[in-house]
């Protein structure tokens, strides 16, 4: 029996559990006698803590501890390090020594009876620094770029330096060229949770309700700071409320509620406050990136150099594939890419939505648009020109690609062909219209998972892994999975998931958890219907099983989904207001599982993107390293009246060889592509071209 | 955040009797919460004063009376405020966010404090929060900060929005104290900074705003609030302008404008207006009469666009009033 489940426009299974508030989130996991923490960070941007008057705040009403380098515990910090912790470096030892690395890290954590004993304690808490002028601006002349050391080798995830033909050759010798620098601000992931742990001790067992991505991950990494055996650390996080990418590692919050609550021998909760949101949780990198594009003037691509540079902090080298795309984008015979570090008195930088992919494709697709103006080509035209036959930096077939049908249906169904070439050229009113386009690409990942499925006698199913849901709707799409391969309807499936003693499954981001999470659970499940079809038992039939991709396609495919993106905008000319009137994105992500969800993700990554190019940005106090708009007031992001008309389409696309599934996965190629399909319709709109984000007012008044 | 008492008060009196012995009152508590968890306001006794009978919004001849306790969500919304002085709800919808505006009132609009990021951080230098210890801002981010009536002290711009109407149109607003009542122009609230930022009004001691009168006449009626914002709402003004005009036979006979976003308090342009007066409406006008703006100006390093800015909102706000779109 089967029932086609998957490909459903299934409403969300937990939708009613969030909206009532029945969804328990980490700080919701209250425990009976339970004290509560606070940080407190610090005040300079670099040096050393050289005082602190925790004596007068010992006294203070409802204070159970004062905690700093002075009296913290010496923590084990055992080896421990995930994919998503960057390869080279240690992390960040909280409350081992006086030294400040960067501005807000903690120095101190106050435990008290009630929250606003510890809030008040922790205000009050006098700390005096030697300090020193940090080096924050990773583009000003203190920069001093580095090789990253995991992309020495040349067969390295992410090489450091890739080439294939001369590139640099090529390019002198290019008929025409477009050689520019691109700029893009410090970002921080601002989801509404605020990150938060509860932690509890029964003996040398420790308990965390804590809001992560990846909770097997925070189960190894707190039992390798304490010295802990893995099995007596369990990690506990039903329900996210956005994460973005910053919930992926284990931060330093985490080690300082469970030390908290060690010491005072109870339950201790900590939630960080917006501001210190700021600080220590990560942040998406600021990136420049030099692009040169060299090109026949019938629009061959003849040469790309991509040189792009990220921030990364003194102490771990946080890598991203800022550069990976230009390698295959493209068809052209001569390509190098070069990605450095630039090591600064921050915190380490982490993956935020579409990370590097992002980031690089805004400079690549900005310069095609510039090449585009420059050779008088229409640019999908451009594109169609250098459509690759096979990735040419991997020399191999792609498992799938459907870049230009999905511009063809993109262009469609936004109207391209309404748009009139010439900067400036298109109005509503006073209002100058511009429309822009830019491809999105994001690989197809796929990582081991293991899950857990088991057949009542009653008709219903439990299926259960350590998998996160962050709001993409993992909860519902995996609920298809298990219910079409089980042949059960949805409402005799009960999925779950957030439990560190659940089947382990990889980090909940990459847009991997689909293609990963889904095959195990599908693995599982069939293991089960086999079982059951071996006849009536009373007793539940139950069954583990792992899944991975098939080594062989993998070595045989390049895999990436693809999508191109279209954007217009409308530009005040008096004041230089900048608004996103349309989106349309149309994406190639193999089998959609559930299209209402699939385009929930696809809005969502848009407004991320639409932040990305016109609002967000992290500004730091060059003297003391601080964020200065560390305030959901002065850091923008898009709120409801920024956000107009969105859209998203899928091409059908079957792709037998990523997995059993044909699923691509979907979540960060919807913020890739959106900044530069904007920037893009700036310069058409005004003709004035903007290669530093976010694009502000001030940047366009003198168009 | 420190350990504070709250009581109510029931009476005009009560609360004037509370003002003078040093205890703060709160209203809407939408700046006074904000800035009590972050410590930067410390107050150790408040007084509520909502329930005192000054919510009305109410026509007086041709005037339109606004209670300080109105708030501004129902301000904006009411059909007088519509009908006779549209800027002033356009004003109030421009500002902050819906939740904001359900709470705020118009007294504490007023009265609100400046959205400095350094004034809101303890460990910056802010000599509005702290006298003499220096002025963060100046050598730090200033993007969104004054160019009107700075001083080395302070460059913080006075974040209402609806200040800036009232102050265009001549508003007055009555107060009582200790020492009985006054009446001046909200315009004189506003103290500039120059080497006492810490003192932003001219309130006395122990006075309460009791009601807020803007005056009627042909030049409200078409006037209209223009803010220029990276971001569609809840966000401050990067500028702002308030701009009305008197148009007969063709001639502008009255011309109101201030601005807001660029001064140290809302700004009125007397000498804008002057230039317009007399003249027939056009953007060639707006556009000579808005140069006269910048007389004055002092940009700092991250503000300089506010130089092109101002005329050109200033322009657009006048074009806006002649139902140009």
């Known amino acids: ?703 | 955040m420190l350990p504070f008492t709250i009581e109510k008060v029931r009476s005009v009196e009560a609360a004037i009797a509370a003002a003078s012995s040093g205890r703060r009152l709160i209203a809407g508590g939408t700046t006074l919460i904000d800035l009590m968890r972050d410590e930067v306001e410390q107050p150790q006794q408040l007084v509520d004063i909502n329930a005192l009978p000054l919510s009305e919004i109410r026509v007086d001849r041709s005037d339109l009376v606004i209670g300080a306790l109105a708030r501004m969500a129902d301000v904006a919304a009411h059909p007088d405020v519509q009908r006779l002085h549209p800027m002033v709800a356009e004003s109030l919808i421009e500002g902050a966010s819906p939740q904001l505006r359900n709470m705020a009132s118009i007294g504490g609009n007023l009265l609100q404090r400046v959205r400095c990021p350094y004034f809101r951080m303890l460990d910056a230098a802010c000599n509005k929060r702290s006298p003499l210890s220096g002025c963060a801002a100046l050598g730090g981010l200033n993007a969104g900060h004054a160019i009107l009536g700075t001083s080395d002290h302070c460059v913080a711009t006075h974040p209402s929005d609806v200040a800036v109407t009232l102050v265009a149109l001549d508003a007055t607003m009555r107060v009582v104290g200790p020492k009985g009542e006054r009446t001046f122009l909200v315009e004189e609230l506003f103290r500039l900074p120059g080497d006492t930022p810490h003192l932003e009004h001219t309130l006395l001691p122990g006075e309460l705003i009791v009601e807020v009168r803007v005056p009627g006449g042909p030049v409200g009626r078409r006037g209209r609030y223009l803010k220029v914002r990276d971001r569609a709402s809840y966000e401050f003004a990067l500028v702002s302008a308030a701009a009305a005009l008197d148009v007969a036979d063709g001639v502008i006979r009255g011309a109101r404008l201030a601005v807001g976003g660029v001064g140290t308090r809302p700004w009125r342009m007397r000498a804008v207006e002057s230039a317009l007066i007399g003249k027939v409406p056009d953007r060639k006008v707006f556009e000579a009469a808005a140069r006269l703006a910048l007389e004055g100006a002092l940009p700092l390093s991250g503000n300089r666009y506010k130089l092109e800015l101002l005329p050109r909102t200033i322009v657009r706000a006048f074009e806006m009033t002649g139902g140009i779109a």
């Open chain 1, 1 to 703: 029996m089967t029932m086609a489940i998957i490909g459903r426009p299934l409403a969300r299974v937990d939708g009613r559990a969030k909206v009532t508030g029945a969804a328990r989130y980490a700080a919701d996991f209250n425990q009976p006698g339970q004290a509560y923490a606070v940080i407190v960070s610090a005040t300079v941007g670099l040096g050393r803590v050289t005082g602190m008057d925790s004596a007068a705040i010992e006294k203070m009403p409802g204070i159970l501890a004062v905690l700093s380098h002075l009296n913290a515990p010496r923590l084990a910090y055992g080896q421990h390090k995930s994919y998503i912790d960057p390869a080279t470096g240690e992390r960040l030892h909280v409350l081992q020594d006086e030294r400040i690395r960067f501005h807000g890290q903690p120095v101190a954590v106050v435990v008290a009876t009630t929250i606003a004993q510890a809030e008040r304690a922790a205000a009050a808490l006098r700390v005096s620094y030697n300090a020193e002028r940090p080096v924050v601006d990773s583009a000003g002349p203190e920069a001093r770029p580095i090789v990253p050391e995991a992309g020495r080798q040349p067969d390295a995830r992410l090489p450091a330096d890739k080439a294939r033909g001369d590139a640099d050759r090529a390019l002198a010798e290019s008929p025409v060229k477009v050689d520019e620098t691109y700029d893009i601000a410090r970002e921080n992931h601002n989801p509404m949770e605020p990150h938060a742990t509860i932690a509890s001790w029964n003996g040398d067992r420790l308990t965390l309700w804590s809001k992560s991505q990846f909770v097997v991950n925070e189960q190894a990494e707190i039992a390798a700071i304490f010295g802990l055996p893995l099995e007596n650390v369990t990690v506990i996080c039903p329900f996210i409320g956005g994460a973005f990418g910053t919930s992926l590692r284990t931060w330093p919050h985490v080690t300082l509620a469970a030390m908290a609550a060690q010491h005072v021998r109870r339950p201790v909760k900590l939630v960080l406050t917006r501001k210190q949101m700021f600080f220590t949780t990560g942040h998406r990198p600021r990136t420049v990136q030099r692009i040169a594009l060299g090109a026949t003037a019938d629009g061959k691509l003849t040469s790309v150099v991509h040189e792009g540079t990220g921030e990364t902090s003194r102490y771990e080298e946080f890598m991203e594939a800022l550069t990976s795309v230009t390698t295959f984008l493209y068809s052209c015979p001569n390509v190098r890419t070069r990605y450095r570090l630039v090591p600064v008195d921050t915190g380490t930088p982490n993956h935020m939505r579409g990370p590097g992919e992002a980031s690089g494709v805004f400079a690549l697709e900005c310069a095609m648009d510039e090449l585009a103006y420059k050779l008088r080509l229409d640019p999908i035209d451009l594109r169609r020109r250098n459509e690759p036959a096979i990735d040419e930096g991997e020399n191999k077939p792609f498992s799938s690609r459907s870049l230009m049908r999905c511009y063809d249906l993109g262009a469609e169904h936004f109207g391209w062909a309404r748009r009139t070439p010439e900067p400036r050229s298109m109005r509503d009113g006073r209002l100058l219209v511009g429309m822009g386009v830019a491809s999105a690409s994001y690989p197809a990942f796929h990582a081991p998972a293991t899950a857990r499925a088991r057949l009542l006698p009653d008709g219903t199913a439990e299926v259960e892994i350590a998998a996160s849901d962050m709001g993409p709707g993992t909860y519902t799409s995996m609920t298809q999975v298990a219910a079409e391969t089980l042949g059960l309807p949805v409402e005799r499936v009960r999925f779950s998931l957030g439990r560190s003693d659940y089947p382990p499954a990889p980090s909940h981001g990459g847009s991997w958890t689909m293609a990963s999470v889904g095959s195990a659970i599908r693995a599982a499940c069939i293991a089960v219907r086999e079982e059951a079809a071996k006849g009536r038992t009373d007793r539940p039939i139950e069954a583990t099983a792992s899944s991975q991709r098939d080594p062989q396609a993998a070595e045989r495919f390049s895999m990436h989904s693809f999508g191109a993106v279209f954007v217009e905008i409308a530009v005040d000319p008096d004041v230089g207001t900048i608004r996103v009137r349309r989106a349309v994105g149309a994406y190639g992500i193999g089998r959609v599982v559930n299209p209402r969800l699939a385009r929930s993700q696809c809005t969502g990554g848009m407004v991320g993107g639409i932040g990305m190019a016109l609002m967000e940005r992290t500004v730091l106090d060059a003297r003391d390293g601080r964020p200065v708009n560390a305030h959901m007031a002065d850091y923008l992001m898009p709120v409801n009246l920024d956000i107009l008309q969105l859209e998203a389409h899928f091409v059908e696309e079957a792709d037998p060889h990523v997995n059993q599934l044909g699923v691509k996965g979907l979540g960060e190629i919807a913020l890739v592509g959106i900044a530069p399909a904007i920037a893009n319709a700036v310069f058409h709109a005004t003709g004035k071209r903007v290669r530093a984000l976010p694009i502000r007012i001030e940047d366009v008044l003198t168009a």
